[in-house]
């Protein structure tokens, strides 16, 4: 897994990789769609994530457009375990564990369920929706914000860019090595964020694989 060889986390490779590697029994049928993942620009990006950049700020400068850079520990807006939780349960997000791959200073930890007595805290929190037809959604919470990832669409889409949903034009990125986040406008070539008022079970439950392939 990526996280584990360079610990560096973009959004765009971390959502689709914490689904084929983290995902519970009864999603394990998505995985024989794996090979169906389009290549080209997510080929080029995994590719600068193996490889030794310069900086993180250069990284993610020459793949989008850097709008803040926020440490870790310092920031207020990190959720504990339970209020992560909680965040996502609010929003419909109840069906499956949340769960974290690293430790509040950026360590890569076994995969570990989180729980709602907690008051740890973590800088990526994972789960996992599936709508009423059927479709699986990887949610995440960095930096107190929430993404979606619709991985049905991404795995069988024929565009050279993977879609997620924001609600905003811009995405949080996780960097490991540093433990800081990176608030971005992905370039075109790069990712396409689809932006929706609010993310919960009722609009990814609405959102029509037309309304993913047209920002």
């Known amino acids: 897994m990526i996280a584990q060889k360079s610990k560096r986390i973009l959004l765009l490779c971390c959502l689709l990789l914490a689904f084929l590697t983290g995902c519970t029994l009864s999603l394990q049928e998505y995985l024989s769609e794996a090979d169906q993942i389009p290549t080209g620009n997510y080929d080029r990006l995994q590719g600068q994530l193996n490889t030794k950049p310069t900086s993180a700020e250069k990284y993610y400068e020459a793949i989008s457009k850097v ?35 690293f430790t509040i200073n950026g360590d890569v930890t076994a995969d570990s369920e989180m729980s709602s007595e907690s008051q740890g805290k973590h800088p990526l929190y994972t789960t996992y929706f599936l709508s009423e037809d059927g479709k699986l959604w990887t949610i995440l919470d960095m930096n107190g914000r929430i993404f979606a990832n619709p991985v049905f669409f991404n795995l069988s889409s ?35 964020v ?11 439950n609405g959102l029509t694989e037309e309304e993913l392939n047209n920002k």
């Not at 992560?84 to 419909?92: D, E, K, L």
């Not at 689809?194 to 990814?204: C, F, N, P, Q, S």
């Open 158 to 192: 024929t565009l050279d860019v993977q879609v997620y949903v924001s609600e905003t034009d811009s995405i949080i990125s996780y960097d490991g090595m540093e433990n800081r986040y990176y608030e971005t406008i992905p370039h075109a070539d790069t990712v396409r």
């Open 67 to 101: 709008i803040n850079q926020v440490d870790v520990i310092s920031s207020d807006a990190v959720h504990t375990e339970a209020e992560a939780i909680a965040f996502f349960n609010r929003r419909g997000f109840s069906q499956y564990p949340v769960t974290s791959e």
């Open 194 to 204: 689809k932006v929706v008022d609010r993310i919960d079970a009722e609009t990814l």
